[in-house]
Protein backbone atom coordinates (compact mmCIF):
# COMPACT_ATOMS: atom_id res chain seq x y z
CA UNK A 1 0.00 0.00 0.00
CA UNK A 2 1.23 3.75 -0.94
CA UNK A 3 2.28 5.69 2.15
CA UNK A 4 -0.65 8.19 2.82
CA UNK A 5 -1.94 9.17 5.45
CA UNK A 6 -4.78 11.90 6.64
CA UNK A 7 -5.30 13.17 9.57
CA UNK A 8 -7.23 13.62 12.15
CA UNK A 9 -9.75 10.79 10.47
CA UNK A 10 -13.03 12.13 11.98
CA UNK A 11 -13.57 15.33 14.20
CA UNK A 12 -16.27 17.64 15.15
CA UNK A 13 -16.14 21.30 15.22
CA UNK A 14 -18.15 24.25 15.89
CA UNK A 15 -19.22 26.76 13.45
CA UNK A 16 -17.01 29.82 12.64
CA UNK A 17 -13.80 27.38 14.00
CA UNK A 18 -10.86 27.13 12.23
CA UNK A 19 -9.98 23.44 11.10
CA UNK A 20 -6.60 21.80 9.42
CA UNK A 21 -6.51 18.30 7.85
CA UNK A 22 -3.45 16.85 7.12
CA UNK A 23 -2.23 14.71 4.09
CA UNK A 24 1.16 13.19 4.51
CA UNK A 25 3.19 10.99 1.93
CA UNK A 26 5.98 8.63 1.95
CA UNK A 27 6.52 8.34 -1.71
CA UNK A 28 7.72 11.89 -2.59
CA UNK A 29 5.18 12.35 -5.84
CA UNK A 30 4.87 15.61 -7.01
CA UNK A 31 0.86 15.68 -7.26
CA UNK A 32 -1.19 15.89 -4.07
CA UNK A 33 -5.01 16.76 -4.07
CA UNK A 34 -8.20 17.47 -1.80
CA UNK A 35 -11.67 16.44 -2.73
CA UNK A 36 -14.87 16.55 -0.50
CA UNK A 37 -17.23 13.48 -0.87
CA UNK A 38 -21.23 14.46 -0.26
CA UNK A 39 -23.96 12.35 -1.75
CA UNK A 40 -25.10 13.35 -5.32
CA UNK A 41 -21.83 15.17 -5.99
CA UNK A 42 -19.17 12.68 -6.27
CA UNK A 43 -15.57 13.83 -5.67
CA UNK A 44 -14.91 17.38 -5.81
CA UNK A 45 -11.63 18.94 -6.53
CA UNK A 46 -10.93 21.79 -3.77
CA UNK A 47 -7.22 22.50 -4.17
CA UNK A 48 -4.35 20.29 -5.56
CA UNK A 49 -0.40 20.93 -5.78
CA UNK A 50 2.02 20.03 -8.19
CA UNK A 51 4.94 20.84 -6.35
CA UNK A 52 6.37 22.43 -3.01
CA UNK A 53 4.61 25.92 -2.62
CA UNK A 54 2.37 25.50 -6.25
CA UNK A 55 -0.85 25.20 -5.33
CA UNK A 56 -4.17 25.57 -7.35
CA UNK A 57 -7.69 25.93 -7.12
CA UNK A 58 -10.21 23.59 -7.68
CA UNK A 59 -13.95 23.77 -8.37
CA UNK A 60 -14.96 24.54 -4.55
CA UNK A 61 -11.98 26.28 -3.48
CA UNK A 62 -14.06 28.83 -1.62
CA UNK A 63 -13.53 29.02 1.84
CA UNK A 64 -10.62 26.72 1.95
CA UNK A 65 -7.27 27.48 1.29
CA UNK A 66 -3.92 24.92 1.36
CA UNK A 67 -0.51 25.18 2.20
CA UNK A 68 2.72 22.76 0.78
CA UNK A 69 5.94 24.22 2.56
CA UNK A 70 7.26 20.65 1.60
CA UNK A 71 6.95 17.78 -0.58
CA UNK A 72 5.20 15.22 2.07
CA UNK A 73 2.83 17.66 3.56
CA UNK A 74 -0.19 18.96 2.29
CA UNK A 75 -2.24 21.21 4.45
CA UNK A 76 -5.60 21.98 3.63
CA UNK A 77 -7.33 24.49 6.24
CA UNK A 78 -11.08 25.75 6.66
CA UNK A 79 -10.13 29.54 8.26
CA UNK A 80 -13.99 29.78 9.95
CA UNK A 81 -15.70 26.32 9.39
CA UNK A 82 -19.72 26.56 8.31
CA UNK A 83 -22.20 23.80 8.40
CA UNK A 84 -22.09 23.75 4.11
CA UNK A 85 -18.24 21.85 4.54
CA UNK A 86 -19.61 19.09 6.52
CA UNK A 87 -18.07 16.53 4.69
CA UNK A 88 -16.03 13.60 4.21
CA UNK A 89 -12.52 14.81 2.74
CA UNK A 90 -9.98 13.01 0.68
CA UNK A 91 -6.52 12.96 -0.25
CA UNK A 92 -4.75 11.68 -3.12
CA UNK A 93 -1.60 11.97 -4.86
CA UNK A 94 0.47 11.08 -7.44
CA UNK A 95 3.56 11.16 -9.55
CA UNK A 96 3.75 13.79 -12.64
CA UNK A 97 2.90 11.97 -15.61
CA UNK A 98 1.89 9.03 -13.99
CA UNK A 99 -0.53 6.39 -13.90
CA UNK A 100 -1.49 5.49 -10.39
CA UNK A 101 -3.17 7.24 -7.90
CA UNK A 102 -3.28 6.46 -4.32
CA UNK A 103 -6.15 7.31 -1.95
CA UNK A 104 -6.30 8.31 1.78
CA UNK A 105 -8.70 6.59 3.67
CA UNK A 106 -10.50 9.91 4.39
CA UNK A 107 -11.60 12.35 6.85
CA UNK A 108 -14.66 12.41 8.59
CA UNK A 109 -15.60 16.70 9.47
CA UNK A 110 -18.67 17.55 11.02
CA UNK A 111 -19.54 21.24 11.63
CA UNK A 112 -22.45 21.96 13.95
CA UNK B 1 -12.12 22.51 -18.48
CA UNK B 2 -12.28 18.44 -18.65
CA UNK B 3 -15.61 16.97 -17.82
CA UNK B 4 -16.66 13.89 -16.60
CA UNK B 5 -20.21 13.03 -16.77
CA UNK B 6 -21.78 9.52 -15.84
CA UNK B 7 -25.23 9.59 -16.48
CA UNK B 8 -26.50 7.13 -14.14
CA UNK B 9 -26.74 7.28 -11.08
CA UNK B 10 -28.35 4.07 -9.48
CA UNK B 11 -28.31 0.91 -11.70
CA UNK B 12 -29.17 -2.56 -10.47
CA UNK B 13 -28.26 -6.27 -12.07
CA UNK B 14 -29.24 -9.78 -11.35
CA UNK B 15 -26.14 -11.88 -10.03
CA UNK B 16 -24.18 -13.66 -12.49
CA UNK B 17 -25.31 -11.31 -14.77
CA UNK B 18 -23.46 -8.57 -16.66
CA UNK B 19 -23.85 -5.00 -16.56
CA UNK B 20 -22.75 -1.75 -18.34
CA UNK B 21 -21.81 1.61 -16.44
CA UNK B 22 -21.62 4.87 -18.75
CA UNK B 23 -19.24 7.16 -18.81
CA UNK B 24 -18.22 10.50 -21.07
CA UNK B 25 -16.05 13.02 -20.76
CA UNK B 26 -14.69 16.17 -22.32
CA UNK B 27 -11.06 16.92 -22.88
CA UNK B 28 -8.49 19.07 -25.53
CA UNK B 29 -6.03 16.78 -24.66
CA UNK B 30 -4.66 13.98 -26.84
CA UNK B 31 -2.82 12.00 -23.92
CA UNK B 32 -4.35 11.12 -20.78
CA UNK B 33 -5.72 8.32 -18.26
CA UNK B 34 -9.19 6.99 -17.67
CA UNK B 35 -9.87 5.43 -14.58
CA UNK B 36 -13.07 3.29 -12.53
CA UNK B 37 -12.50 3.40 -9.28
CA UNK B 38 -14.61 1.41 -7.10
CA UNK B 39 -15.82 2.65 -3.42
CA UNK B 40 -17.62 -0.23 -1.01
CA UNK B 41 -19.03 1.55 2.09
CA UNK B 42 -15.77 1.74 4.03
CA UNK B 43 -15.08 4.66 1.50
CA UNK B 44 -12.17 3.14 0.38
CA UNK B 45 -11.66 3.89 -3.19
CA UNK B 46 -10.37 0.81 -5.32
CA UNK B 47 -8.82 1.10 -8.45
CA UNK B 48 -10.70 -1.16 -10.84
CA UNK B 49 -9.33 -0.25 -14.41
CA UNK B 50 -7.38 2.67 -16.18
CA UNK B 51 -7.27 3.01 -19.76
CA UNK B 52 -4.17 4.93 -21.24
CA UNK B 53 -5.17 6.94 -24.19
CA UNK B 54 -3.41 6.02 -26.66
CA UNK B 55 -3.99 2.72 -26.23
CA UNK B 56 -6.71 1.25 -28.94
CA UNK B 57 -6.76 -2.32 -27.24
CA UNK B 58 -9.89 -1.92 -24.71
CA UNK B 59 -8.20 -2.85 -20.77
CA UNK B 60 -9.48 -5.74 -18.95
CA UNK B 61 -8.98 -7.22 -15.70
CA UNK B 62 -10.64 -10.55 -15.25
CA UNK B 63 -14.79 -9.83 -15.09
CA UNK B 64 -14.06 -6.09 -15.82
CA UNK B 65 -13.89 -4.21 -19.14
CA UNK B 66 -14.36 -1.14 -20.77
CA UNK B 67 -15.19 0.12 -23.98
CA UNK B 68 -13.06 2.57 -24.78
CA UNK B 69 -14.45 4.79 -27.64
CA UNK B 70 -11.74 8.11 -28.03
CA UNK B 71 -13.44 9.64 -30.83
CA UNK B 72 -16.77 9.81 -28.80
CA UNK B 73 -14.90 10.37 -25.44
CA UNK B 74 -16.64 7.57 -24.19
CA UNK B 75 -15.54 5.10 -21.67
CA UNK B 76 -17.56 2.69 -20.37
CA UNK B 77 -17.56 -0.53 -18.14
CA UNK B 78 -18.64 -3.97 -17.82
CA UNK B 79 -19.01 -5.75 -15.62
CA UNK B 80 -19.81 -9.82 -16.42
CA UNK B 81 -20.63 -12.50 -14.02
CA UNK B 82 -22.02 -9.79 -11.35
CA UNK B 83 -21.60 -11.37 -7.75
CA UNK B 84 -22.74 -9.68 -4.56
CA UNK B 85 -19.15 -7.93 -3.33
CA UNK B 86 -19.37 -5.88 -6.81
CA UNK B 87 -21.99 -3.79 -4.93
CA UNK B 88 -20.79 0.15 -4.42
CA UNK B 89 -20.61 3.25 -5.81
CA UNK B 90 -18.54 3.37 -8.80
CA UNK B 91 -16.27 6.31 -10.12
CA UNK B 92 -15.40 7.34 -13.44
CA UNK B 93 -12.06 9.46 -13.69
CA UNK B 94 -9.69 11.46 -16.41
CA UNK B 95 -6.21 12.77 -15.98
CA UNK B 96 -3.92 14.35 -18.16
CA UNK B 97 -0.89 12.91 -18.71
CA UNK B 98 0.91 15.99 -20.08
CA UNK B 99 4.27 15.83 -17.60
CA UNK B 100 4.35 19.13 -16.39
CA UNK B 101 0.81 20.46 -17.66
CA UNK B 102 -2.33 20.28 -15.49
CA UNK B 103 -2.62 17.08 -14.16
CA UNK B 104 -5.75 17.87 -12.80
CA UNK B 105 -7.72 14.49 -11.56
CA UNK B 106 -11.57 15.30 -12.58
CA UNK B 107 -14.01 12.47 -11.11
CA UNK B 108 -17.72 11.96 -12.19
CA UNK B 109 -20.62 12.23 -10.03
CA UNK B 110 -20.77 8.61 -9.46
CA UNK B 111 -22.98 5.57 -10.23
CA UNK B 112 -24.58 2.99 -7.04
CA UNK B 113 -24.60 -0.50 -8.13
CA UNK B 114 -26.92 -2.72 -6.69
CA UNK B 115 -26.57 -6.45 -6.79
CA UNK B 116 -30.13 -8.94 -6.70
CA UNK B 117 -29.18 -12.39 -5.40
Known amino acids: DAGITQSPRHKVTETGTPVTLRCHQT?????MYWYRQDPGHGLRLIHYSYGVKDTDKGEVSDGYSVSRSKTEDFLLTLESATSSQTSVYFCAISASGGNTIYFGEGSWLTVV | AQTVTQSQPEMSVQEAETVTLSCTYDTSESDYYLFWYKQPPSRQMILVIRQEAYKQQNATENRFSVNFQKAAKSFSLKISDSQLGDAAMYFCAYRASTQGGSEKLVFGKGTKLTVNP
Open chain 1, 27 to 31: ENHRY
